[in-house]
């Protein structure tokens, strides 16, 4: 499931993903997108698609200062045994609306 959606994800621009390497995924991945800070990114996932992930620096300060992501963290969506390949989908597909919605709005500022 983590393959998959770090595929998916890497395909939308705005999104910086944060992984220990292309060929090596746990059940988690991490990323943010564009500027938007990432309790913002979790929130609109939340309200606007009901996909739960957390954000901030998942008990781990020194390496989000290690990769840049001080003070904020990153946003966080971790896969189970419970979760298809639409949830994975959806959740692509989600993150790639929400990318193109504010590349909109920050061109027409």
Same mark, same amino acid.
């Given at each position: ?5 770090a ?10 993903? =944060? ?8 059940? #988690? ?7 938007? *800070? ?5 929130s609109?996932?939340?309200? #606007? ?13 020194d390496?989000? *200062?290690? #990769? ?7 946003? *966080? ?8 390949? @639409? @949830?994975? @989908? =959806? ?13 909109? #709005?920050?061109?027409?500022?």
């Amino acid at each position: 499931m983590t393959r998959r959606a770090a595929k998916g994800i890497s395909r939308i621009d705005s999104i910086t993903t =944060y992984l220990p390497s292309p060929e090596i995924h746990h059940s #988690v991945i991490s990323f943010n997108l564009g500027e938007l *800070r990432p309790r913002e990114t979790a929130s609109l996932l939340d309200k #606007v698609f009901n996909i739960k992930v957390r954000d901030g620096l998942h008990c781990s300060p020194d390496a989000h *200062r290690a #990769v840049g992501t001080a003070p904020l963290g990153t946003v *966080r969506a971790s896969f189970g045994a419970l979760n298809t390949k @639409d @949830d994975v @989908d =959806y959740l692509c597909e989600a993150l790639s609306e929400l990318a193109e919605s504010f590349k909109e #709005v920050t061109s027409n500022q």
